[in-house]
């Protein structure tokens, strides 16, 4: 339940959120995996930073399934 008056606010973080996991930022995550893949193959890159960064993707772009999840599971 959302207090009155804050569907304008509820849309603009909609709006937000559909901005920074939409294809501009599925492509960036695509090019960054791709590239911290290469440095570390070439040894220009620490193995603990490289899953550092590939976790992360993994962490920004699965947050709602993982929020649900723990929703969820505490019931």
């Known amino acids: 339940m959302d207090p009155q008056g804050s569907g304008v606010l509820v849309s603009a973080m ?3 959120q559909g901005t920074l996991l939409g294809t501009v930022a599925t492509v960036a995550a695509v090019i960054a995996v791709a590239a911290v893949g290469f440095m570390m193959l070439t040894g220009r890159l620490d193995w603990r930073f ?4 590939i976790i992360g993707c993994f962490i920004i772009f699965g947050a709602a399934s993982i929020v649900a999840g723990i929703q969820a599971a505490s019931g």
């Open 50 to 53: 490289g899953a550092t960064v």
């Open 14 to 16: 909609q709006w937000l």
